[in-house]
Every structure is written in C-alpha cells, then in structure tokens.
C-alpha cells in the first residue's frame, strides 16, 4: 500500500510467497530468507505447515478450513491463529495478500 499501512489479512485474502524469499527445511520447520531485508526468520512447525500451504491461490479461509480439519481442531481457534500469522508474514515483507 502506497501509505505504509499493512493489509488487512480477512479469510477472503488470497496469501502468496513474496518473490524474495528463499526456503529451507530443517527438521520439518522452515527457515526463510528474505533477500529484499536480508532477514532470516524461523517459522515452527505448524507455521511452517501454514508456509507450505501459500501458493497464491487458496484464501486463508480455505488454509483455515484444510488445518481445522487435519488437526481436528476448532474452526475459530484455527482462524484466529492463521489470520494473525499471515498478518505477521505480511508485516515482515514474506507474504502479500490479495
């Protein structure tokens, strides 16, 4: 956004991986780089199960829905906890919403 405000990240938000950033696994949790800040950042395990899923197609919403139900979790709990971290990635630059 040309203000510098951040998105707000809604179910309806399509999350997609910023071009910038390089990935790698280690003992299934993700390592990012961030070429653009020339940040490192850690993402634990279920992050990481979210990154996985960002492939700029599915909404939040629909990432929500497909944890929920792998982990046999609640709806809203699920939610909250995908909305704020994709918020987060967008914060740091690793992710853009449309």
């Known amino acids: 956004m040309s203000d510098g405000s951040v998105p707000v990240v809604t179910p309806d938000s399509r999350p997609c991986r910023a071009e910038t950033v390089i990935e790698a696994l280690i003992d299934d949790e993700a390592v990012l780089y961030d070429e653009a800040g020339e940040n490192l950042h850690h993402l634990d395990r279920i992050a990481t199960v979210v990154w996985q899923l ?35 990635l967008v914060e740091k630059g690793l992710v853009t919403v449309a």
């Open 54 to 88: 960002i492939d700029g197609q599915a909404t939040a919403g629909a990432i929500t829905d497909d944890l929920a139900e792998a982990f046999n979790a609640d709806h809203l709990t699920v939610q909250a906890d995908v909305l704020n971290l994709l918020a987060d």
